[in-house]
């Protein structure tokens, strides 16, 4: 009850019909699990094990037609990932920089130090081996790599323009180009070892790497993928395929048209000294989704012709046009977090309430 009333401290009074609140303490929670003898029960306990120390409160309510969530989490463990993100407060920079039509976005800002170390825990602390790889390819993944990390960093996803995987896009700010791009083909020299194959080419002068998939994906043609990174002036990108890589290309260089994301136009806002921040538009993405869907069964129905037993092209006239008949009464949904006290504040607005959370 006291940890209840902190947040109220911290979030204000409740505004809105107060649906739920909860306080959680994984400590607690990982003692039932070791009395969860059932599949999955072995997962739990070491999901709740690497989470010892959590603690979380909470309280959702309706305000209007939007359920919003406030809540705070710490942890007094052991070092964990999420202490590599959130930082700061988040780069309006690189919100800018999102494209307006990304149908979701999550913006942050990494903490090189703590990054690094999380990712030589990943790989067992084995800081020998390590030093040995750097030595032959000339490279330094502390220096170059996580060392050319200044902060801000983005992802966002497209909407669904075909039969295939949704388009999706990293973006990091570098404070070190030059040192970055030293760490990328010292990365590259070592996946070539390993037997990977990565092509290095340029793209309007910005130095792009596009790793190949091997035959089990040539196979699946609709799930295709050319994961490419590349560096363009003080930023590098991930993206999933060397066709997006180009567009983003050319739209960080100006030659595309570029307006502010709807999430720089929001009525109210994250607050200024928010250390993560996400949107997701779901009305955009399951309408293009709806669309993708509709234009792949219009395929089958001239690809089966009369093998199935319902016309597939009767089906595809009879369906809507666009999702929006489903879709209208959802609104974007709104995450944001920011450091108070040494607790990680959040808010969490949604058209989907409880019965979410729950399936």
């Known amino acids: ?45 070491g999901l709740l094990g690497s989470l010892n120390g959590w603690s979380t409160v909470a309280r959702m309510q309706l305000v ?24 700061a407060p988040v780069s309006k920079e690189i919100v800018a920089f999102v494209p307006d039509d990304a149908a979701g976005v999550l913006v942050t800002q990494l903490a090189p130090a703590q990054l690094r170390d999380q990712l030589l825990s990943l790989m067992g602390g084995n800081s020998a081996s390590l030093t040995e790889v750097e030595t032959k390819h000339g490279f330094s993944l502390e220096k170059d ?26 973006v990091l700010d570098l404070t070190d180009a030059v040192a970055f791009q030293r760490g990328v083909r010292g990365l590259v020299a070592v996946l070539s070892e390993q037997g990977q194959k990565v092509k290095e ?38 993206t999933l395929t060397s066709l997006r890589a180009k567009k983003e290309v050319k739209r960080a260089l100006g030659e595309e048209a570029a307006n502010p994301h709807p999430l720089t136009k929001l009525a109210v806002p994250p607050p ?19 669309l993708a869907a509709k234009g792949g069964l219009a395929l089958a129905g001239g690809a089966l ?24 009464f959802f609104k ?11 607790r990680t504040l959040f808010r969490y607005e949604s058209s989907f309430g409880p019965e979410t959370w729950l399936g």
Do not use: C
């Not at 037609?65 to 070092?79: I, K, L, N, Y």
């Open 1 to 45: 009850i006291s940890q209840l009333t902190t947040l109220d401290t911290h979030a204000g009074p409740a505004s809105g019909v107060t649906v739920v609140r909860f306080s959680a303490q994984t400590a607690r929670l990982n003692d039932i699990a070791k009395g969860v003898n059932a599949p999955g029960g072995a997962a739990l306990l």
């Open 272 to 290: 200024d000294d928010a250390a993560v921040v996400g949107y997701m538009d779901w009305a955009v993405f399951i309408d293009s989704l709806y």
């Open 64 to 87: 209007g037609e939007r359920f919003v969530t406030d809540g705070w989490t710490t942890h007094s463990g052991a070092a964990f990932w999420t202490d590599s993100i959130g930082a």
């Open 332 to 342: 974007p949904t709104l995450l944001w977090s920011k450091s108070v006290d040494g």
């Open 305 to 328: 012709g009369g093998n199935v037993p319902f016309d597939i092209n009767a089906l595809g006239a009879a369906l809507p046009e666009s999702a929006t008949t489903f879709t209208r």
């Open 145 to 170: 790599l996580i060392g050319s990390l200044a902060g801000p960093a983005a992802v966002y996803v497209m909407p669904i323009t075909g039969i295939g995987l949704p388009n999706v896009t990293l």
């Open 201 to 238: 080419s340029k793209y309007r002068d910005a130095p792009m790497w596009t790793l190949a998939m091997g035959e089990e994906a040539a196979a699946l043609p609709f799930l295709s993928v050319s994961p490419t990174i590349f560096i363009i002036g003080k930023r590098a990108l991930v």
